[in-house]
């Protein structure tokens, strides 16, 4: 199905044109009808000679109304560019046709309406007015038709004309991630919340859960309309109506996007390509403040340029949108740039990134990026980005931030790679799956890195344990948590990298050794070994401690003997038990202590600290320790002074 949208200066036919062709009045408002102008977007449809069914958006011409105009003709697939043949080009006439070239509208029909009211001499002259407008625009081409709404002069022709302009359409593309900007809400007795729009991307079914963005609101589609008629689904490109349930019509607003849960985000920043009109009347500023269009959407911004200090008129440049609030786009989106005071078009531009970091100006590589982004074939353009770099800003999927944060070495999940490429992720996978062909991309569990990135991300995770064994040689390894921490990697994708260098033999787990922060991980050929001063030193230590097993040395008498690093790299393998800062057993003395206590408390329910000391022959000084560590391992439990166990087994 297609959308057309009317353009065109005020006065000069617009609606009229529409309820002659479709017998509908698009001017729904009383206001409308005692005033004789169009304030907001009208709505109509019709069925061409051929059977093809559009609808129409017919829009405001008057000035103070052009915000309504915009929030009408992001979706449409041609326009309807009306002329008043007795007036010719007039102001708004310049304005919409700077629009729709801005937002690349490829197809159209200039309308010369009212020739009924003009001889054949001034028709000739406006036509040559309108070819002179048209040049160097997207209608450059589009055919001039002359028509009369009262007396029916040249209606069917433009009837057939818009059956040949859309003959060439081959269906609308889509991504799969359906997204209706919303450009009417309503309600209905008996009904509720009534939103409009032009469905793009993809469809939409009766019954399925739907979001309201940027709120992240959920709701239902209770009912589905188009051309009121009812359907229970509707395809891309053509105009719904939809009923939402449970939902208050004050929770929605003109630019709100209804879509599909957790397939599109909003941001508060995004890159573009951005150009300036030729005839604006000053250059646009770094850092100016501007009012931004896209969709149904307006939203103050400002706009940052990255490869220059200024834009002059007519021309193009790279720059990033720093939004006042949250917008919902796509890449490739088309918008308009207006400034407030005096109200006018200024220039427009096409949405490259939707989630980027903020740039840095004048850099090199990032406009190189952006390039590539922007003119790249479906595999530059996921290379491209999969070789994003980003600051740690925002954050994960779906959560109610408006960037998405990115780290320099991570990984994508095939739905973030559609969304920024702005492909459909059967399209995605096969790009992808080429590239891993090619041993461009590396898959990783359920992420896809370019293939240098994850070569770099190999390199730096090796680095810190390569490291940790050179600082110190006699520890077994790096605490992984430590290791992800220092990667800047999630859990999820720590965790998916580890098994990956597992699984190649460049990184293996420290299986005998205990520890509280995910374990140790080290180089599969890597062995602590003490020097032959050190195992010395380690033997008179162990020494000391089979002397008085059970009143060994304290802490500061062993690292006298050994030093701190030697002592804690026995605690590390196990071979000294630490149940204080400075209460030390050996393992063997710790795990006949243990056992000795939990036959005792099997035999008798219950110990207390005096008994204990006798039973192991120690002072209440290394007792109480090794009782309270007995409770924090819930082996026993303390019930006043005595001790009784807390488990029926108990293994060392």
């Known amino acids: 199905m297609s959308c057309i949208g009317t353009a065109g200066h005020v006065d000069h036919g617009k609606s009229t044109l529409v309820k002659v062709l479709t017998g509908i009045d698009p001017d729904r408002l009383a206001e409308e009808k005692e005033r004789g102008m169009t304030i907001d977007l009208g709505f109509a449809w019709l069925t061409l000679p051929s059977g093809r069914e559009v609808s129409i958006v017919d829009v405001p011409g008057h000035e103070s109304f052009i915000k309504n105009m915009l929030a009408g003709v992001g979706g449409i697939d041609a326009a309807l560019l009306v002329i008043a043949a007795d007036e010719g080009v007039m102001p708004q006439t310049r304005e919409h046709l700077a629009i729709l070239d801005l937002l690349r509208v490829q197809r159209g029909i200039v309308v010369l309406t009212k020739v009924d009211l003009v001889d054949e001499e001034w028709l000739a002259l406006v036509r040559e007015e309108v070819v002179e407008q048209l040049n160097s625009t997207t209608l450059a081409d589009a055919p001039i038709l002359a028509v009369s709404t009262h007396t029916g002069q040249g209606i069917h022709t433009l009837l057939a004309e818009l059956d040949n302009i859309l003959s060439g359409e081959q269906g609308h593309s889509t991504s799969g991630r359906p997204r209706l900007p919303i450009d009417r809400v309503f309600s209905m007795s008996g009904f509720g919340t009534i939103v409009t729009g032009t469905l793009l991307d993809g469809t939409l079914k009766v019954g399925q859960e739907v979001e309201i963005l940027p709120q992240e609101v959920k709701t239902r589609i209770r009912g589905l309309q188009t051309h009121r008629q009812q359907v229970e689904i509707a395809e891309p490109g053509s105009r719904v109506a939809i009923n939402l349930a449970n939902i208050a019509r004050s929770g929605i607003e003109r630019g709100n996007v209804v879509a599909l849960p957790g397939q599109l985000r909003s941001t508060l920043l995004f890159d573009a390509r951005i150009s300036l009109l030729a005839d604006a009347r000053w250059p646009l500023l770094h850092n100016a403040h501007i009012d931004l269009y896209a969709g149904a959407q307006e939203i103050p911004a400002r706009v940052r340029l990255l490869d220059r200090d200024e834009l002059q008129p007519g021309q193009s440049a790279w720059a990033q949108m720093r939004l006042s609030r949250p917008a919902v786009l796509v890449c490739r989106d088309r918008f308009i740039l207006r400034i407030p005071s005096p109200s006018a078009t200024i220039g427009g531009g096409e949405v490259i990134n939707v989630h980027p970091r903020y740039h840095r100006r004048f850099q090199l590589a990032v406009l190189d990026t952006l390039e590539r982004l922007a003119q790249g074939s479906e595999e530059e353009l996921v290379l491209a980005t999969l070789d994003r770099r980003s600051t740690k ?260």
């Open 393 to 652: 800003s925002a954050t994960a999927k779906n959560t109610k931030t408006a960037t998405k944060g990115i780290h320099p070495l991570q990984g994508y999940e095939l739905v973030d790679i559609a969304e920024m490429c702005n492909l459909a992720e059967n399209v995605t996978l096969q790009v992808l799956e080429t590239l891993l062909l090619e041993r461009r991309v590396r898959k990783v569990g359920t992420l896809w890195f370019a293939q240098h990135i994850w070569d770099r991300l190999v390199e730096e995770a090796l680095r810190l344990v390569r490291e940790q064994h050179q600082h110190y040689p006699l520890r077994s390894g790096l605490s992984k948590e430590e290791w992800r921490t220092r990667l800047n990697l999630s859990p999820k994708v720590a965790a998916e990298v580890f098994v990956a260098l597992q699984t190649e033999g460049l990184l293996e787990m420290v299986t005998h050794i205990r520890s509280s922060s995910g374990g140790l991980i080290r180089l599969p050929d890597f062995t602590p070994k003490f020097s032959a001063v050190q195992q010395a030193q380690v033997d008179q230590l162990l020494q000391a401690f089979y002397l008085n097993p059970y009143m060994p040395p304290a802490r500061a008498e062993a690292e006298a003997i050994v030093g701190s690093e030697v002592l804690a790299a026995l605690i590390e393998q196990g071979r000294i038990v630490k149940l204080t800062e400075g209460i030390l057993l050996l393992r063997e003395t710790y795990e006949e202590a243990l056992a000795k206590i939990v036959t005792y408390l099997e035999e008798h329910d219950k110990i207390t600290a005096a008994q204990a000391r006798d039973l192991l022959g120690a002072t209440r000084k290394y007792v109480l320790p090794l009782l309270e560590h007995m409770d924090a391992l819930r082996i026993t439990r303390r019930l006043g002074d005595e001790r009784v166990l807390a488990t029926t087994t108990f293994h060392t």
